[in-house]
Each structure stands twice: as C-alpha cells, then as structure tokens.
C-alpha cells in the first residue's frame, strides 16, 4: 500500500527491556513525525524530522527516548529500560515539505501498540 | 505554550440529530487549525482544515469555521449517521513552527440507530 508503515503492530515486553518501533512513511514525503497516543496524556508529539536539518525533539518525555531517520526514509523509535508509564500507542506521521506556506496533511499509520509489563 | 481544549465526551446521539463538538485554542499568532477522526480499529485521518481566519473548512458533511474572536473551530454536522460514531480530534500547528500537530484530548462520538 501507499500510507504510513508501522511495525510492528503490537508490543509486548519486560520493563527495563529496550524496544525498537519502526515507521516507513509515505514515499516522497520529506517530513516524519512520531506521536504518542496514551490514556493519561492524550496524544503527544514527540519528535519530527525534516530532511537533513536537525531533528525537533523538543516532544521526547525523557533521555530514555532516542530517534533516528536513516536515508531520509525508514525511521526508528527506540526507548531504553522502558518503564510501565511508555505503554501507549506510538504513531508515527509523514508529509511533504512542512512550512512553504502551504500547510501539508499529515497522514497517520496505525501505530504501535506498547505494553509494558 | 499553545494548546487545545475540547469538549468532553462522550457525546450519544441518535441517528440524524444535529452534532457540535466544541473546541477552542490558545495560540499566538496564527496556527492552522484541524480536526481529526479515528474510527473504531483504524488509524487517525484528517477530517477538515482550516488556515486561516473566517476559512470553512468541510468532508464528508461535517464543517468547522475558523473564528480567530472567538479562538473557536467547533465542528459541526447537521444529521449524523450510526457510521459517524467514532473519536473526534481538535488540533492545531503552531504559527511559523514545524506543522507539529497540539491535539486537544478527543471526544467520542456514539451514534445509535
């Protein structure tokens, strides 16, 4: 299919384990976004990538989240020792080239499903 | 910081009756405004949009307007369908910034024949 890419669909792990979410998004789009959908926070940006410029991570909740985005494509997720308060939904966004002056949709894929045991 | 506050759901109505689901923002400057759906089991999709001040954006029969004196974009619909039941997401990018979606907390819909 064309739309955002998210695996895998389901999570389940140990805490203190690390955890690794992908998200290969739309082909063609230069802008990625990942979003943490969770009962307590609502849904919660985390970091966005546009390009080769520096990633915002202004949204990440503590140093235990990292991120990267290989090629200008694939990205990853990454929490280290995760702890029971990561469980939530983390979503994943893509679109073109934000900030042209022409406000671009950002398509969703259906995201990740973290449990924290 | 910029943020969005919506009603709290959930919202229960019966087949063809009128729907408003209030959202304001607090923003500087001036942000695009959304709303966005998440059907049972399926990811968020973009409802409607607006960017700029008095712009209507509307889809699929529901409409929001944005009113920058009011820091309102309420959605509407005139008469919803059992399909319509879903969760509704306020949201907003911030002016200049990084189109970082701010999402307001969601209100579900319920919709019964």
């Known amino acids: 299919g064309a739309g955002v890419s998210q695996s895998p669909s389901n999570k389940v792990t140990e805490k203190g384990k690390d955890v690794e979410l992908r998200c290969d998004p739309i082909?063609?789009?230069?802008?990625l976004y990942w979003y943490r959908q969770s009962l307590g926070q609502g849904l919660e940006f985390l970091i966005y990538?546009?390009?080769?410029?520096?990633?915002?991570k202004s949204g990440l909740p503590s140093d235990r989240f990292s991120a990267e985005r290989t090629g200008g494509s694939v990205s990853t997720l990454t929490i280290q020792r995760t702890q029971q308060e990561d469980s939530a939904v983390y979503l994943c966004a893509s679109s073109l080239r934000p900030g042209t002056g022409i406000n671009q949709p950002q398509h969703f894929g259906d995201g990740t499903r973290l449990s924290i045991l | 910081g910029d943020s969005v506050t919506q009603m709290e759901g959930p919202v229960t109505l019966s087949e063809e009756a009128c729907l408003t689901i209030n959202c304001t923002y607090t923003a500087t400057g001036y942000p695009s405004l959304f709303w966005y759906v998440q059907y049972p089991g399926e990811g968020l999709q973009l409802l409607l949009k607006a960017t700029k001040a008095d712009d209507k954006g509307s889809n699929k029969g529901f409409e929001a307007t944005y009113r920058k004196e009011t820091t309102s974009f309420h959605l509407e619909k005139g008469s919803v369908q059992v399909s319509d039941s879903a969760v509704y997401f306020c949201a907003l990018t911030p002016y200049g910034g990084t189109d970082k979606l701010i999402f307001g907390t969601g209100t579900r819909l319920q919709v019964f024949p």
């Open positions: 082909s063609g789009h230069t802008a």
């Open positions: 990538f546009q390009g080769n410029s520096a990633p915002d």
